[in-house]
């Protein structure tokens, strides 16, 4: 019995011993850092989505944790500050960086301490460079455009043969910043032509470029490219695929009225790799979502459900439509307070009893003041009926705004908001982008926290809850 035992207990071993070891996966990601002369108490880490947050001590140093189960690019903000860093699941980090100066004073260690020291050498090259200054540079005649992008991509790419070149990188992340080169060029090359002729203002068929050569290059661009995405040129030429495509199909189907279901056709016909589809259909509904809200976006989002082969996009727009829930159709709006022209106090239940028509808009918005014509239409039409239309600033300082105020005789109700983009009607509304509309009911409850802008079919919308009203 107990020889029995001894080989029981043998072969027991033997098997183990003999069997894979399961797999440990980690997918935390630890980040720790020491920010000098931060003056906001708060650093966040997001991708998509916030991802973790934590208070800055009064030393300056932070902790970040949290999972997540790919590699990519994350987001770090504290206040005025914003700046990104490459990790893979498991890895832990220490940056740290005097805020005033963070490109020159960034420091790393721990995992991926090369890749991530060499991000912040680049984009220092880059803002030093000046290839961001893409007006400077677009007003150049073409010889003297290639001779300066040349020169200003040279000096970037220095940058990236010294640091990381015969280095132990780590492979993805050097594929996406050598690949960084080539299509920072030619997407250059295509906006040539259209901030050519505007800069200078003179037709955009006049203008001395190779512009077939250059379209011919977007049409081969690859289109299969997923560790690509993450690369910034790269992703505006193949979103400029997918929006030439668009383009054509609504010319040419003049039925097609939706951009947002265009341009997930365009992305059916482009795009081979279900990953990859499924992310760009991702960014494309999320964009809606984020700007028009849940029930602007519901059409696209049940047709994403039926196609989508990713299961974190679906929890990822989830967890976006949550936090439209407190500003969903039939909820209470605060009393939020503005001033007005004469600079007296003026609250949101001052308009009780109509229909309350919002715009949010600022003196430097383009698009924003696009829509005045369009507004002071609609407005003049509804002028008899029970509508408020309230227009509510959201400019830095008061001044730029009485300034056109009073330049432009903008009549009616012209109200400021405190605090522009952390005003509490902007936070409360999460208002990201301007111009943004909100139509409110007689009570001041919520009919749609993002509506249809007065160029659109709010008409249509105006006229079914007047008559609810009746």
């Given at each position: 019995m107990k020889n029995s035992s001894l080989f029981v207990m043998a072969a027991v071993m033997l098997l183990l011993a003999c069997s894979p070891k399961p797999e440990i996966i980690d997918n935390s990601i630890k980040i720790y850092g020491k920010?000098?002369?931060?003056?906001?108490?708060?650093?966040?880490?997001?991708?998509?989505?916030?991802l973790a947050q934590d208070s800055v001590q009064s030393d300056g140093t932070f902790q970040l944790n949290f999972e997540y189960p790919e590699s990519g690019m994350f987001m770090l903000t504290n206040?005025?500050?914003?700046?990104?860093?490459?990790?893979?699941?498991?890895?832990?980090?220490?940056?740290?960086?005097?805020?005033?100066?963070?490109?020159?004073?960034?420091?790393?260690?721990?995992?991926?301490?090369?890749?991530?020291?060499?991000?912040?050498?680049?984009?220092?090259?880059?803002?030093?460079?000046?290839?961001?200054?893409?007006?400077?540079?677009?007003?150049?005649k073409k010889e003297a455009y290639f001779s300066r992008k040349d020169s200003l991509m040279s000096i970037v790419k220095n940058n990236f043969d010294s640091l990381i070149v015969g280095k132990d990188i780590d492979p993805v992340?050097?594929?996406?910043?050598?690949?960084?080169?080539?299509?920072?060029?030619?997407?250059?090359?295509?906006?040539?032509?259209?901030?050519?002729?505007?800069?200078?203002?003179i037709p955009q068929d006049s203008v001395d470029f190779p512009i077939e050569e250059t379209k011919n290059k977007l049409q081969a661009l690859p289109l299969d490219q997923k560790e690509l995405l993450g690369v910034a040129p790269y992703k505006n030429l193949l979103d400029q695929r997918i929006n030439n495509l668009a383009g054509e199909m609504m010319k040419a189907d003049t039925t097609l009225t939706s951009y947002e279901e265009v341009s997930?056709?365009?992305?059916d016909s482009l795009i081979k790799d279900p990953s990859i589809k499924d992310q760009l259909k991702f960014e494309t509904l999320k964009s809606t979502i984020e700007y028009r809200g849940p029930v602007?976006?519901?059409?696209?989002?049940?047709?994403?459900?039926?196609?989508?082969?990713?299961?974190?996009?679906?929890?990822?727009l989830e967890k976006l439509k949550a936090k439209w829930e407190?500003?969903?159709?039939?909820?209470?709006?605060?009393?939020?307070?503005?001033?007005?022209?004469?600079g007296e106090t003026v609250k949101l239940s001052d308009l009780?009893?109509?229909?309350?028509?919002?715009?949010?808009?600022?003196?430097?918005?383009?698009?924003?003041?696009?829509e005045h014509p369009n507004w002071d239409k609609v407005k003049e039409e509804y002028k008899d009926k029970p509508v408020a239309f309230l227009t509510v600033s959201i400019d830095d300082t008061r001044e730029p705004w009485e300034k056109m105020v009073k330049d432009k005789k903008m009549d009616g109700l012209q109200w400021f908001a405190e605090n522009a983009w952390q005003s509490e009607l902007a936070q409360f509304f999460m208002v990201n982008a301007i111009p943004r509309f909100l139509l409110l009911d007689k009570e001041g409850k919520i009919i749609d926290p993002s509506a249809e802008r007065p160029s659109g079919n709010i008409r249509e919308i105006l006229d079914k809850h007047l008559e609810v009203a009746v």
């Open positions: 920010l000098d002369n931060s003056e906001f108490p708060l650093i966040t880490v997001s991708q998509d989505e916030e206040g005025d500050l914003r700046f990104s860093l490459y990790l893979d699941p498991g890895d832990s980090i220490f940056v740290s960086g005097d805020v005033k100066e963070f490109g020159a004073t960034f420091l790393a260690s721990g995992d991926k301490a090369k890749e991530n020291s060499y991000l912040r050498k680049k984009f220092k090259a880059i803002n030093e460079s000046g290839i961001d200054n893409f007006m400077e540079t677009m007003a150049l992340f050097y594929k996406m910043e050598e690949s960084y080169f080539t299509y920072q060029s030619m997407f250059m090359d295509q906006l040539y032509p259209l901030y050519h002729s505007y800069i200078n203002k997930w056709m365009a992305i602007n976006a519901e059409a696209m989002y049940v047709k994403f459900l039926a196609e989508n082969t990713t299961p974190k996009f679906v929890d990822k407190p500003i969903s159709p039939g909820k209470e709006v605060p009393d939020f307070q503005f001033t007005d022209m004469k009780k009893g109509n229909l309350v028509y919002i715009d949010i808009w600022a003196t430097w918005c383009g698009p924003c003041i696009a």
